[in-house]
């Protein structure tokens, strides 16, 4: 029980800050992305801005209501005291999922780093919707703690953008790559370590 508090309350600081982040930095320090579109070179399909940044704005939007959403369901003590909440959340936490995917598939094609991140993108935006819909699965067939276990391979899901930045400027700044290449690294990097992590959070669970 302990440990499964100390986890839950080093998630919710990491959400809550990410969450703070991604809004403040992509609706009010940079709504025009100029930052990061200036690193995308040698694209073969026209950018058209507006469209993009309108999807950009969509998919950032629902990407912090998965994670606020998912972090809700994480806690006991809203399970315990209405569970029509974290089922109706649940469903809130599936539908942000899929817009999510839906505008990554959207943006893939621009990634930086061209073909080979544009891969990396599309075969994220396979693996996080199979995992959710397994879990709603899972519940469906009566089965809790299966079904919470896909929930945290699900939910690593939504540090996707974290981890692909915090590997790219690990590469780029620490190891002196370019950054399309530190990106395209970042992107394999961080399914790798998705998939990982939650195995090694679910263990110490389960131990627990």
């Known amino acids: 029980m302990k440990i499964r508090k100390t986890l839950y309350g080093l998630l919710a600081c990491v959400s809550i800050l990410f969450i703070l982040y991604a809004l403040v930095n992509n609706y009010l320090i940079d709504p025009g992305a100029k930052g990061f579109i200036s690193q995308k070179t040698g694209l073969k399909r026209e950018l058209h801005l507006p469209v993009w940044l309108n999807v950009m704005y969509v998919h950032v939007a629902f990407a912090c209501i998965a994670m606020a959403s998912g972090l809700l369901n994480f806690s006991n003590r809203i399970f315990e005291k209405s569970r029509k909440f974290h089922r109706f959340n649940g469903y809130v936490y599936l539908v942000s999922v899929l817009i999510v995917v839906v505008t990554s598939g959207y943006m893939a094609p621009y990634a930086t780093g061209g073909k080979i991140s544009s891969m990396g993108f599309n075969?994220?935006?396979?693996?996080?919707?199979?995992?959710?819909?397994?879990?709603?699965?899972?519940?469906?067939?009566?089965?809790?703690?299966?079904?919470?276990?896909?929930?945290?391979?699900?939910?690593?899901?939504?540090?996707?953008?974290?981890?692909?930045?915090?590997?790219?400027?690990?590469f780029h700044h620490g190891f002196d790559l370019v950054y399309a290449t530190s990106?395209?690294?970042?992107?394999?990097?961080?399914?790798?370590?998705?998939?990982?992590?939650?195995?090694?959070?679910?263990r110490k669970i389960a131990q627990s």
Do not use: D
């Not at 709603?136 to 953008?161: G, P």
């Not at 970042?186 to 939650?198: A, E, H, Q």
């Open 123 to 170: 075969l994220l935006n396979i693996i996080w919707p199979v995992i959710t819909i397994t879990a709603l699965v899972q519940i469906k067939k009566k089965r809790i703690t299966r079904h919470r276990n896909w929930m945290i391979r699900s939910y690593a899901f939504c540090f996707t953008n974290l981890l692909i930045h915090l590997i790219t400027s690990l």
């Open 183 to 202: 990106y395209t690294i970042g992107i394999y990097g961080s399914i790798v370590l998705l998939l990982i992590i939650p195995e090694v959070i679910i």
